[in-house]
């Protein structure tokens, strides 16, 4: 095999195309493993808050309880309690008012 200035200089460019890409795949996993990261954070913080719905945040449909809670029925719980809120300030403001 003759090796040339040309077959050198191409050599060289695929060792450069190839670093760059490790690089960009080394990128890739870093932005990977942060995604993750966050998500297990902010889903950890939906967990904290669904605690404070007792037992009704890890009931399903069927009526079976599960070992963590049911994050699907945040929104849910969420509006339930802000009526529920609703409902005792428009209370207490018929009572402060007609008493």
Known sequence: MIITKDSEYFVENLQNEIAKKNTEIENWKDTA???????????????????????????SDDGSIQDSPLRIKMPELVKNMLAEKDKEIERLNKELWEA
């Open 33 to 59: 493993a942060q995604f993750l990261q966050n998500q297990e954070y902010y889903c950890s913080l939906l967990d904290k808050i669904a605690e404070n719905f007792g037992v009704e945040s890890y009931t």
